[in-house]
């Protein structure tokens, strides 16, 4: 369900300050959005050549996807729905919880420059609440699920050990339910759910509330992986004024 998503919208409509909405904040003490510095992996890939393509479900895609789309060595993040068994699903599909599929964003980048567990270290550190199953703050379901969609045998090696690196340390204060699950499929989301986080063209409170955040924090705690200007889906035509598709695969 889009609750957080619905309470946002509906107290911009009514001139309700966010700032009353703490509560509703992914990741959140009282103050607000409290990012984790997670450790860096004692396991991890070789740094070679070559794009290798991950997949993260970590709650809504918008912020998940405006976090890596800052990220340097990431050629592209894409917003979209992994883990189901439905076919090309709709966002409204997905959002019934019927479909088995995860909001998610698929990462295709470079680990000479950033590795998969650089990513994960990001993708704990300031995107996802991992201890919460099926739920992000107030947005709850399946849809919503923590969860890690591992390409290789070499990305599940990693995924597994940095979790019980995570859960070891107590990083979190209870234990980490991200699902490490093989990946299956990805589609692509609707093209209105592509880079909003960087032009605020749906939703905008709610994105300015719960992901501007995020991306914050990505800049503050990982400045030598920061890249000010993000790789969109959609690059923007400067003498039209309108997006135009950024191809990825």
């Not at 009514?14 to 003490?29: K, Y």
């Not at 709650?59 to 189901?84: I, L």
């Not at 550190?125 to 199953?133: A, E, F, K, N, Y």
């Not at 019980?164 to 299956?184: M, R």
Request: aromatic residues 12%; contains cysteine; negative net charge.
């Amino acid at each position: 369900m889009r609750f957080a998503r619905r309470i946002a919208a509906a107290a911009i409509a009514i001139g309700l300050p966010l700032s009353g909405l703490a509560f509703l904040s992914v990741g959140a003490n009282a103050e607000g959005v409290l990012p984790v510095q997670a450790p860096a992996p004692v396991l991890d890939q070789p740094t070679t050549h070559g794009m290798e393509t991950a997949v993260f479900a970590g709650g809504c895609f918008w912020g998940v996807q405006g976090v890596f789309e800052h990220v340097k060595g990431v050629q592209s993040a894409v917003s979209g729905y992994a883990g189901g068994n439905v076919a090309n699903p709709s966002y409204q599909q997905v959002s019934s919880e019927t479909t088995g599929h995860a909001e998610s964003v698929k990462v295709v980048y470079d680990p000479s420059v950033v590795t998969y567990g650089e990513l994960l270290q990001i993708f704990f550190s300031v995107i996802t609440d991992p201890t919460t199953l099926n739920r992000q703050g107030n947005d709850f379901g399946t849809s919503y699920r923590s969860a890690l969609f591992v390409m290789n045998d070499e990305q599940k090696k990693i995924a597994s050990a940095y979790l019980a690196q995570l859960d070891k340390a107590g990083v979190f204060p209870s234990k980490i339910v991200t699902e490490v699950t093989p990946y299956t499929n990805f589609y692509k989301a609707e093209d209105y759910h592509q880079d909003n986080a960087y032009t605020m063209k749906v939703n905008a409170g709610y994105l300015a509330y719960f992901d501007e955040p995020k991306i914050a924090d990505m800049k503050v705690n990982f400045p030598d992986l920061w890249q000010a200007t993000p790789v969109l889906v959609f690059a923007a035509n400067a003498s039209q004024g309108a997006p135009q598709p950024f191809l990825t695969d």
